[in-house]
């Protein structure tokens, strides 16, 4: 009954910008710790960024720390992911995914709830 539902999704040249959606449907949102993380063809799932219920902290690896940048709205039940200055080592697929705590973190098994994904594509 919980659902998560990513979108923003597309084909973008590299340098330029986009921003990620996912609404949550089903759960305690504003209780709920969010997070992205990615997934390309041969690789691991990687983990991006990490939000608290409150969005007062946020949390992402130093690889990616300056471009990409996590944020929420819990009267919209929405999370979402700002990427910028876009390379094409970003091209993945990103999910979006909800804890059952409300803290942030940044390891998969830490999250219960798992969107579909949604496909960026960075073209050099």
């Known amino acids: 009954q919980v659902q998560l539902v990513e979108s923003g999704g597309r084909l973008v040249q590299a340098g330029g910008s986009l921003r990620l959606s996912c609404a949550a449907s089903?759960?305690?949102?504003?209780?709920?710790?969010m997070g992205w993380f990615r997934q390309a063809p041969g690789k691991e799932r990687e983990f991006v960024a990490t939000?608290?219920?409150?969005?007062?902290?946020?949390y992402s690896p130093d690889s990616l720390k300056g471009r990409f940048a996590i944020s929420r709205d819990n009267a919209k039940n929405m999370v979402y992911l700002q990427m910028n200055s876009l390379k094409p080592e970003d091209t993945a697929i990103y999910y979006c995914?909800?804890?059952?705590?409300?803290?942030?973190?940044?390891?998969?098994?830490?999250?219960?709830?798992w969107g579909q994904g949604t496909q960026v594509t960075v073209s050099s």
């Open positions: 995914a909800a804890r059952r705590f409300g803290g942030s973190a940044a390891l998969p098994h830490h999250y219960t709830y």
């Open positions: 089903g759960l305690s949102f504003s209780s709920s710790g």
């Open positions: 939000i608290d219920w409150s969005g007062d902290n946020t």
